[in-house]
Structures are given as C-alpha cells and as structure tokens.
C-alpha cells in the first residue's frame, strides 16, 4: 500500500490551523497513525486508529478519515509544533509511512 | 516509564555485517510486538521488520534474506542481526514497540546510525 502525503511542506503562522492529508493507494480502514518528528529526535505517536489521540496528545490535535483518504489537523498552531509529519497504515504488511508533511513558520 | 535504548551502530564496509541492539526498561519485549524501523538520511521512514511476542517475525522486501530479527529475552533486548549490508541501508535505525498489539508505533528508541561505506 502507497502512501501518500500532501502538500510535502506547509507554511502556517503561529495561531493559525494547519490540514494536512494522507492517502491511501487502497483501503485500510480506520487502521492509520499519525506522528511528529522534530530534528534529531525519533518520531512521536499523536493520533492511532485514524481519530484517537495518544496518551498526553494535546487536543489541538485531531484525525480524521477512513478508507484511503486521512486528514491531520492542528487547530491552532504553536511554536512547538513546526515539525515533519509522517502517516502510516497498520492495515496489513508490509507497512508503509507516508513521505512527510513539513510544518513550517510562515 | 518505557526506555528503548538502542546500541551497535557503526560504520561499516559494504558487504560486512552489523548486530544492532535495543535494550528496554519498564517494558518487557518477549510479551510484545517489537520493530525495527529505519530512515536514511534526509528520508521518510522505512518500516523493517517485526517480531510478534509468539517469535512470528516479518521483513521488508528490501532486507529479507539479509536481515534477522530476534529476541534476547534473559536481557530484555531486541535484536537486528544485518549481514551483506549496502550503501542503501545506511540510516538510523530505529527500534519501536506496538504495545497494544496493533501495529502502530507507541514507544520508540533514540535510533542507532548505521554506515555503509568504504
């Protein structure tokens, strides 16, 4: 399963909400995760299950989506949220991450 | 709290071979799924092999027959065991739990750098 996200960068200013998508090349479900990765650190799970906010995931962070087409939404962005952002599917294996969304300063 | 730390990593030529491993505290990873997951440098993230609590393991295309993934249960540790490595599989590598049993990553390590190069 091709996983794809769009835009590959973002340009948002602080407060403002950042939509990112992720697609799917066929079905999996509900079975999707989203993550943050900030420089020189490993990848963080915020959202598993499409919608569902891991533990200490502050709610300006949101999923949705099923099937092949996922949004990941920030509602008002903060200084520490410019980062990559990575999907990936648990649908079957392989699994496959999608190439990234950059979140940055506008 | 859960610690993943994982050590091994090097510089190595191409055809050598390479044992990464990923020590855990506050986890147990004989009674978890456990992975291996890379990211060359200035890439995405690579998926690379799994290993079910029940020893149930799977790999990447790009690394079967060349990888295995194991378990060192008596020191609570994860095992990558590399051979013929390529200058494709340079990357950090990273070791990951799926806790809850299904197969999205929840806890991760710091990442290990792998090099491949002559």
């Known amino acids: 399963i091709v996983m794809t996200q769009s835009p590959a960068t973002l340009s948002v200013s602080p407060g403002e909400r950042a939509t990112l998508s992720c697609r799917a090349s066929?079905?999996?479900?509900?079975?999707l995760a989203w993550y943050q990765q900030k420089p020189g650190q490993a990848p963080r799970l915020l959202i598993y299950?499409?919608?569902t906010r891991a533990t200490g995931i502050p709610a300006r962070f949101s999923g949705s989506g099923s099937g092949t087409e996922f949004t990941l939404t920030i509602s008002s962005l903060q200084s520490e949220d410019f980062a990559l952002y990575y999907c990936?599917?648990?649908?079957?294996?392989?699994?496959?991450f999608g190439g990234g969304t950059k979140v940055e300063i506008k | 709290e859960v610690q993943l730390v994982e050590s091994g990593g090097g510089l190595i030529q191409p055809g050598g071979s390479l044992r990464l491993s990923c020590g855990a505290s506050?986890?147990?990873?004989?009674?978890?799924?456990m992975s291996w997951v890379r990211q060359a440098p200035g890439k995405g993230l690579e998926w690379v092999s799994v290993?079910?609590?029940?020893?149930?393991?799977y790999y990447a295309e790009s690394v079967k027959g060349r990888f295995t993934i194991s378990r060192d249960n008596s020191k609570n540790t994860l095992i990558l065991q590399m051979n013929s490595l390529r200058a494709e599989d340079t990357a950090i590598y990273y070791c990951?739990?799926?806790?809850?049993?299904?197969?999205?990553?929840?806890?991760w390590g710091q990442g290990a750098l792998v090099t491949v190069s002559s």
């Open positions: 066929q079905s999996v479900s509900s079975n």
């Open positions: 990951a739990a799926h806790s809850t049993g299904y197969f999205y990553f929840d806890f």
């Open positions: 506050g986890f147990t990873v004989r009674s978890n799924y």
């Open positions: 990936q599917h648990f649908n079957n294996w392989p699994l496959t």
């Open positions: 299950g499409a919608s």
């Open positions: 290993i079910y609590s029940g020893a149930n393991t």
